[in-house]
T-cell receptor, first 115, second 114 residues
Framework: NSKVIQTPRYLVKGQGQKAKMRCIPE?????VFWYQQNKNNEFKFLIN????????QIDMTEKRFSAECPSNSPCSLEIQSSEAGDSALYLC?????????????FGEGSKLTVL | GDSVTQTEGQVALSEEDFLTIHCNYS??????LFWYVQYPGEGPQFLFR???DKEKGSSRGFEATYDKGTTSFHLRKASVQESDSAVYYC?????????????WGLGTSLVVNP
């Protein structure tokens, strides 16, 4: 069964280091989301794409975070200079493009720990 | 802005108990409402969605009815099993314009004891 594949499952970084996570969305899903889930289970939307184009993103993403979804390559989310507050589970999700309220398919997440 | 409130942070039940997890929302428009479930070590999984007032969503024995009057979408299951232990999230989203992201509640952790 196809599903959303996220790598790596775990990252440990020092403050100031780069942290990069990758996501392969479900086959045929043009819309990809990145969420940050903190230890209190809060979901924070970071960015979403339709094909290679950014649909929405938050200010945090614009400043220290960079993300892309190139054609024929995994999507990626990179933190340029990690901070302790970035420690969280980063979830990638995909869906079809037919409706904004379609089912999201999530990966298992990449758990980032910033020391 | 729009928001989703789940009043119970944690619910502890025994097998075969009846489950209710409360979800209330505040929305400027007419959103679709969702329930997702997250098992330990996994990403959230879609349970079901409802898009209109009085519509009932259901899956795996869970159900919820969209109630625009009380702005609620409470999750219910008649008889829980230990395998239902997980975190349950209520969320809302819109099907119009560029607003494609979901607004999530803080989740309700369900623990079912054998």
């Amino acid at each position: 069964n196809s599903k959303v594949i996220q790598t790596p499952r775990y990252l440990v970084k020092g403050q100031g280091q780069k942290a990069k996570m990758r996501c392969i969305p479900e086959k045929g899903h043009p819309v990809v989301f990145w969420y940050q889930q903190n230890k209190n289970n809060e979901f924070k939307f970071l960015i979403n794409f339709q094909n290679q184009e950014v649909l929405q993103q938050i200010d945090m993403t614009e400043k220290r975070f960079s993300a892309e979804c190139p054609s024929n390559s995994p999507c990626s989310l990179e933190i340029q200079s990690s901070e302790a507050g970035d420690s969280a589970l980063y979830l990638c999700a995909s869906r079809t493009g037919t409706t904004n309220t379609g089912q999201l398919y999530f990966g298992e997440g990449s758990k980032l720990t910033v020391l | 802005g729009d928001s989703v409130t789940q009043t119970e942070g944690q619910v502890a039940l025994s097998e075969e108990d009846f489950l209710t997890i409360h979800c209330n929302y505040s929305a400027s428009g007419y959103p679709a409402l969702f329930w997702y479930v997250q098992y330990p070590g996994e990403g959230p999984q879609f349970l079901f969605r409802a898009s209109r007032d009085k519509e009932k969503g259901s899956s795996r024995g869970f159900e919820a009815t969209y109630d625009k009057g009380t702005t609620s979408f409470h999750l219910r299951k008649a008889s829980v099993q230990e395998s239902d232990s997980a975190v349950y999230y209520c969320a809302l989203g819109y099907n119009v314009g560029d607003n494609s992201k979901l607004i999530w509640g803080l989740g309700t952790s369900l623990v079912v004891n054998p």
